[in-house]
């Protein structure tokens, strides 16, 4: 079956850096786009970023764009996010999600998304 694993969470302080990591199994990771999509206490989903299929063409959201970075390893099966510029408002659960075509969009339409991991931890304070 489809697994979404993140990892690489944790606590840091502002201005700093974390890479997060997703793993996936269970499909052809590399047939499809993937994203980033984070959730903060008491709030929505925000759309953090995708990535098509072969890993050619990335999309952020404006309150990311120019500090985070996303990318892919097909032959790993692996998603990333190097997060950089760490800001106490990037604090949220982090999740990846699988799209169900092998483009990505510079949008959030939950409907496009068809599997989630269990998310990962970030939290920026000093």
């Known amino acids: 079956q489809v697994r979404l694993v993140e990892s690489g969470g944790g606590l840091v302080q502002p201005g700093g850096s974390l890479r997060l990591s997703c793993a996936a199994s269970?499909?052809?990771?590399?047939?499809?786009?993937m994203a980033w999509v984070r959730q903060a206490p008491g709030k929505g989903r925000e759309w953090v970023s995708d990535?098509?299929?072969?890993?050619?063409?990335?999309y952020y959201g404006d309150s990311v764009k120019g500090r985070f970075t996303v990318s892919r390893d097909n032959a790993k099966n692996t998603l990333y996010l190097q997060m950089n510029s760490l800001k106490p408002e990037d604090t949220a659960v982090y999740y990846c999600?699988?799209?169900?075509?092998?483009?990505?969009?510079?949008?959030?339409?939950?409907?496009?998304?068809?599997?989630w991991g269990q998310g990962t931890q970030v939290t920026v304070s000093s």
């Open positions: 999600a699988k799209r169900n075509s092998p483009y990505g969009r510079p949008w959030y339409v939950e409907s496009e998304y068809d599997y």
């Open positions: 990535i098509n299929s072969g890993g050619g063409r990335t």
């Open positions: 269970g499909f052809y990771f590399s047939s499809y786009a």
